[in-house]
C-alpha cells in the first residue's frame, strides 16, 4: 500500500500536470492528496494527471489563489463511501478493497495564519475525536513545526510561538507523527537557504496496531518548493536494524552516565 501527498503549489499549469503523472506512473498509490490552487476540477483533469480512467476524486474549491484540495484513488483498490469539506480540511471514508479495512483520511492545508491556524486545530481536532477508535491518516502542508530543529533559515534562530499548539492538537488526537525518510526538510526557499518541514502524514494508533511497519519517505522535488512524500507499508521492511551493544562497553568509566545523559534527552 502506498499513499502520496504532494503540496504542487498549483496544478494550473501542464507542467505541474505532467510532473504529478508522471509521480503517480511511478510509484503507482492506491491515494494522491495534493493542493491545487483551482476553484474547479473535472473527470478530464483528474484522469490526465492519474493516467488511466480507473480513478475517482474528492475535490475542495480554493478561495482565491490560496488552498484548493484534491484527493484521486484507484477505484479497483479503494472504495469511498463519503466526502465531506471542512475549513482547510477535505475528509473522505471508505475502505480499501483487498483487505476490507475501513479508513478515514484528511487532506490538510493549513493557512499561514496564526489565528486562522488554531482555528483548524480546534475544529479539526473536534471531527478526529468524534470519530473514535477507527484507522483514521492526516498528511498534506501544515505550515506548522513542531520544534526549532525542523526549520533553519538565513536569519538565524527566531522565536516560534505556533508549535506548542500544534503539538498540543497532536497530542489531544492522540496521533502519531512518522519519522521522516530521505531528508530532514520538506519545504526550501528559492534560494535554497531557507527551509521547514512543513509535510508529513499523521496516523491514528489504531492504524499503526494495523500496519505498524508503516513509513514515510521524502521523494524527489521537481518544479514546487515542496517535495513529494510516500507513506507505504512495506511487509518486508521493520524499519532500522536494531542497535547492537557489546558488554565490554559496559567496563568503559562514564558508561552508565552517558547512555543516562543520551536516552534522557530524546
Known sequence: MRLLSWNVWGLGGWEKKKEVKELVREKFPLLLCQETKMQSIDDFVCTSIWGSPNCDYSF???????????????????????????????????????????????????????????????????????????????????????????????????????????????????????????????????????MSRLDRFMLSEEWCQLWPNCIQVALLRGLSDHYPISLSVDVQNWGPRPLRLLKCWQDMPGYNNFVREKWSSL
Open 60 to 194: 475542495s474549491p480554493s478561495v482565491g489563489a490560496s488552498g484548493g484540495l484534491l484527493t484521486v484513488w484507484n477505484t479497483s483498490e479503494v472504495e469511498v463511501w463519503a466526502s465531506s469539506r471542512g475549513d482547510h480540511f477535505l475528509l473522505i471514508h471508505g475502505q480499501f478493497i483487498k483487505s476490507n479495512v475501513e479508513f478515514h483520511l484528511f487532506n490538510v492545508y493549513t493557512p499561514c495564519d496564526q489565528r486562522a491556524k488554531q482555528t483548524l486545530w480546534t475544529s479539526l481536532g473536534a471531527r478526529i475525536q468524534s470519530l473514535g477508535s477507527c484507522n483514521v491518516c492526516l498528511c498534506g502542508d501544515f505550515n506548522s513545526i513542531r520544534s526549532l530543529e525542523e526549520r533553519r533559515s538565513v536569519r538565524g534562530s527566531q522565536v516560534v510561538d505556533d508549535y506548542a499548539s500544534f503539538n498540543d492538537f497532536i497530542v489531544e488526537c492522540v496521533l502519531v507523527d512518522l519519522p521522516l525518510g530521505g531528508r530532514k526538510f520538506m519545504w526550501y526557499k528559492g534560494d535554497g537557504r531557507s
